[in-house]
């Protein structure tokens, strides 16, 4: 079976054939996407927020932040919660005997969130075209920071989706994740103006980088070399993520199968 197929079996049979398959969970599914901006876009009409020194079109920073941010807080929902939910109806033995690594399995199951965040990230910002963001996107560079984004968005997956099959019940990944991606990444407000310690923790999460270059990217038109301090700690963190989220993987592995609890939920 070829990369193809296992693309097409993990994305559209078990991915989108599935999601589809519930109407009621699209609809949900899609007002979820649409609701927040909205909230954001009055809330920041009605207090000023574009009156923030650093902000000079607060409905375009909002918008890009909630556009991308999804990719950020579904990192430890799609790979994670797909494998809790294996381990409840006794399904994840099959996989691991299915003829795949169990690291190429786990790589090919965070796909379908990517490609699910994709379909939220393009509809919030068409939203934004109608909010009047004036776009001015260097595809370039917008196309590097949503790889390197992408890619640490893939090694978190890792993280959490090891960390469920060590401990079970409880991700202590999820609640960090799920505070920094709206608290801490510059999501809806720039980390400026956060306390200088909580700032320093910003500075540790791929989301807070790719998102300031994004902006720069698809707001202002800048080129890499505009951006260039945001890239390489990007980067970096991309990197930090994906081997950190491949050891973590083939040691939760190996154990849960040294000590035979992987049928154990």
């Known amino acids: 079976m070829g990369i193809i197929d296992r693309l097409y079996g993990f994305v559209v049979i078990r991915g989108w054939k599935m999601w589809v398959s519930y109407k009621t969970q699209v609809v949900l599914t ?64 099959y996989l691991i005997a299915a003829p795949l690594r169990p690291m190429t399995l786990m790589m090919y199951s965070t796909v379908w969130g990517l490609v699910i965040n994709s379909i939220s990230a393009i509809t919030v910002l068409l939203i934004g075209l109608g909010l009047g963001v004036p776009y001015k996107v260097n595809a370039l560079s917008t196309a590097i920071f949503l790889i390197l984004y992408l890619a640490s968005i893939i090694g978190l997956n890792l993280i959490a989706g090891a960390v469920v099959l060590i401990v079970k019940q409880g991700n202590p990944i999820a609640l960090f994740t799920s505070v920094a991606s709206n608290l801490l990444g510059g ?50 963190l991309a990197l930090a993520y994906i081997v950190i989220g491949i050891t973590l993987s083939n040691y939760a592995f190996t154990r849960i199968l040294r000590e035979g609890s992987v049928h154990m939920y």
């Open 187 to 236: 999501v809806v407000f720039p980390i400026s103006v956060l306390p200088t310690w909580l700032r320093y923790i910003s500075y540790s999460l791929s989301l807070t980088w790719a998102l300031s270059g994004l902006r720069g990217a698809m707001l202002n038109g800048y080129g890499i070399q505009q951006l260039l301090n945001y890239l390489w700690p990007l980067a970096a």
């Open 30 to 93: 899609m007002i979820n996407w649409v609701i927040p901006v909205f909230i954001y876009f009055f809330i920041g009409v009605t207090l000023g927020f574009g009156r923030l020194s650093t902000i000079r079109d607060y409905t375009a920073f909002m918008v890009i932040g909630t556009a991308f941010q999804g990719y950020f807080s579904a990192s430890v929902t799609t790979l994670a919660g797909r494998i809790r939910n294996e381990e409840l109806i006794g399904t994840l033995e």
